[in-house]
């Protein structure tokens, strides 16, 4: 954190994620004492180019040097850009930054972007590098958001357990049990990243038809699964491992 908070209690906090999909950088305001969400505010997002996109994908799996600067440059103006319009509407900030490299159990984690570098010109404090102490403590750092999916199971009033399936770059699931009134308590939540989910097909849109994903899925439709690649696919040992489990 960047700066101390404004006030106490409820705060209008900015999210903004650039996940590994790289397909650009999304924000929004949520109204939260941290622990229950009591309203939302307005959103954005911001596009990255393909110029943009390949300097992230060149720093991909990179822990230092100058491709990890040049995505660190590119994340932290995309940000700056779309906060810009919506840092007035804020209390503070949270900025995720953008995950480079991810291996929990022996490097670490990596997310690029210096929350102080948007924090002087928003005029806002930044709360930043979500993932590092997470890992440093022996957990995974991912998935991000599963204590934010028990808030809004509660906030939507959910009587009965219910599960948030996301399909970004990696596939993550979070099961919440909504009866449980805080999300750190035993049978509250449980998280883990299911799987590839975007990155690798758009990987294969851009290296075989010259295309950044594929829109709406109009070319997956019209295929056919192969069953012996399905079947090689998840005999991969990740997916008979027990949670808590992540992927870079």
Known sequence: MTAGLPKTGPLRALGAMSGTSLDGVDAAVVVTDGVTIS???PTGYRAYSEAEQAILRAGLGQWS????????DVVE???????????GEAD??????????HAPRTRGTLQVGDGQRLSEPLQRPVVWDFRSADVDLGGEG??????????CARHIGASRPLAVLNLGGVGNLTYVDPRIERPELPGSVLAFDTGPANAPINDLMQTRLGRAFDLDGQIARVGTVETGA???????????RMPPKSLD
């Open 65 to 72: 040097g100058p491709e990890v600067q040049a995505a660190a």
């Open 92 to 101: 503070l900030i949270g900025f995720h930054g953008q995950t480079l490299a």
């Open 77 to 87: 103006t995309a940000h700056l850009e779309l906060l810009a319009d919506l840092a």
């Open 142 to 151: 991912a998935p991000l958001a599963p204590f934010f999916h028990h808030a």
């Open 39 to 41: 309203g939302f505010g």
């Open 230 to 240: 399905l079947e090689l696919f998840l005999a991969e040992p990740y997916f008979t």
